[in-house]
């Protein structure tokens, strides 16, 4: 799996995007493996692909983040320390596209529910939990995540 280490390098934005796109299948937590890859992703680097212009790029790096807060708190707090949270309320400030909105709300949900309280207490001061709230509840689009329209992949660790 040099790839991975070898993608983190990339400037050809075709090869980026198929790197993310297959991480994105792999992180999958419906995906075998799942759990050996994630501790190897370069998650700053994903972090900064959250940020690119081109959505071929963009869209699996958010995907890659809302998978990886799936696995659990430590993952989350691994994907906050890399600066995920301000990129995913930025894109959500400043988006328009209904399918991409979607997706950030995907992944700040996986993350709520899979955080502990420290990190909880950290979205909510954050105006995270309240921005995310106010999307979800204003938007008609289908493709914008509720916790009632998914709610197996949203199911908060045993004990919570």
Known sequence: MDWLDRWTNAEEDPMVSDSLWALSY????????????????????????????????????????????????????????AGALNVLMEILHKSKQQPLIAEVCEALLNAATHAD???????????????????????????VPSRSANPDRHNPPAGR
């Open 26 to 81: 792999i992180t999958d937590m419906n995906s075998e493996g799942a759990d050996k890859v994630v501790p190897r992703i370069n998650l700053s680097r994903v972090v900064q692909c959250m940020l690119h212009e081109n959505l071929l790029v963009k869209v699996p790096a958010i995907k890659i983040v809302s998978n990886v807060c799936c696995v659990g708190a430590d993952f989350v707090a691994a994907a906050l320390k």
């Open 117 to 143: 309280e420290g990190q909880i207490e950290k979205l909510i001061s954050s105006g995270c939990i309240q921005l995310l709230v106010s999307v979800t509840m204003t938007s008609s689009d289908p493709s």
